[in-house]
């Protein structure tokens, strides 16, 4: 049987371990989806800069990136990529980060414009991917009208993709922190745990003791259900309920032991000075007969509250069915009072009863 404090504790620690790791593993998606969610958002807020910086002049399409940051997408292994493009494959710009390798797609899409990426070099990656119409030069436009030149492709074709190495790392960093903390949440609190389960189980060591101390000679003690807790005073009450009857079981057998031995004395003690009185001298042989008889009428009688004793000792434990019945209470007495009437008689003791019928 196993102990009921490391049921508690193995069961405490056990629901807390999953408690922590849902609550870890929720924290971190959480922290995950808001990260990559600003992630997103950074990277669309500056490719719609880049975009503006995409227009058409003297009817070509040109990416003016004067007044734009472009430090990402200087060198190799940047963490900024860019491709612009129009539809039939004519490259507008091509950021030097991207090298002679091209963004390929991971089968991943996480928005209408944005999916994850292998950037070049087998990284993870963010890229927006979107087709827009470029904007007109001012000065095209005044010279058509007001209308703008005609651009043939009606649209161009821009990528834009950012390493999500800043954001993995922060998870990573996340990662060990929340296993750091719950590895010590679960030390700390399990070793807390075991101290307070130890503490509220104290009354039941001391139950056991107050128990171990009532010995079969003493049942007449009782412990008290006040100084137990509430949760434990129906099995206190039980105890004292089974105390009280082991004890009256206890007298009983006391008292039947004490019945018996008072019951066969006095006729071990008549054949005992029978047979001496007889062998204290040599007689004839019907003398020893009639002792001889008397004593086997005394071993019958004593057989026969054997066989009673026996008889109330297993009615007691249950093993016959009680049947009623009547009986004649006269011949009774007269089988009980035999033995004596001799010696009441010796003594000049009449000895009468009156059985009423009904």
């Known amino acids: 049987m196993r102990s009921i404090r490391a049921l508690l504790v193995n069961g405490t620690i056990g629901a807390m371990v999953v408690l922590l790791a849902a609550s870890g593993v929720f924290l971190f998606l959480m922290v995950r989806t808001s990260l990559l969610r600003q992630f997103d958002r950074a990277l669309m807020d500056k490719a719609a800069v880049l975009m503006g910086g995409v227009e058409v002049k003297s009817g070509h399409v040109v990416f003016d990136n004067e007044d734009i940051a472009m430090d990402e997408f200087l060198y190799a292994g940047g963490p900024g990529y860019l491709e612009i ?7 507008i710009y091509r950021s030097p980060s991207l090298e002679d390798s091209v963004i390929e797609p991971a089968g991943v899409a996480v928005g209408d ?3 994850q990426v292998a950037l070049p070099g087998g990284r993870s990656g963010r890229a927006l ?9 001012d000065e095209d436009r005044a010279e058509s009208g007001g209308l703008g030149t005609a651009f043939s492709g009606g649209v161009v074709m821009f990528v834009f993709a950012r390493d999500t190495a800043p954001v993995m790392d922060t998870l990573r960093q996340l990662e060990l922190i929340l296993f750091a903390f719950g590895a010590g949440t679960i030390v700390l609190a399990g070793t807390l745990l075991r101290m ?6 104290k009354p039941l060591d001391t139950l056991a003791a107050d128990i171990n101390h009532i010995g079969a000679d003493d049942l007449s003690k009782t412990i008290s259900p006040s100084e137990c807790p509430i949760e434990l005073q129906p099995v206190v009450e039980r105890l004292n309920d089974l105390f009280a009857r082991l004890k009256t079981a206890f007298d009983r057998e006391r008292a039947f032991s004490a019945d018996v031995a008072h019951e066969l004395r006095t006729p071990l003690s008549g054949i005992r000075s029978t047979l001496e009185v007889t062998l204290a001298r040599p007689r004839a042989t019907p003398e020893y007969e009639s002792a001889l008889r008397a004593c086997l009428d005394v071993a019958g009688d004593m057989q026969d509250m054997v066989e009673n004793l026996l008889t109330l000792a297993r009615l007691d434990s249950g093993e016959f069915e009680i049947v009623r019945e009547d009986i004649e209470l006269d011949a009774v007495l007269d089988a ?3 033995p004596l009437r001799a010696s009441f008689a010796a003594r000049k003791i009449d000895v009468r009863w009156d059985v009423k019928r009904n």
Request: avoid cysteine; charge should be positive; hydrophobic fraction near 35%.
């Open 336 to 338: 009980a009072f035999g």
């Open 113 to 115: 414009q944005i999916q």
């Open 85 to 91: 493009r129009t539809p039939n494959d004519k490259t």
């Open 196 to 201: 307070v389960i130890q503490h509220a189980l």
């Open 129 to 137: 991917s979107v087709s827009f119409p470029p904007r007109v030069d």
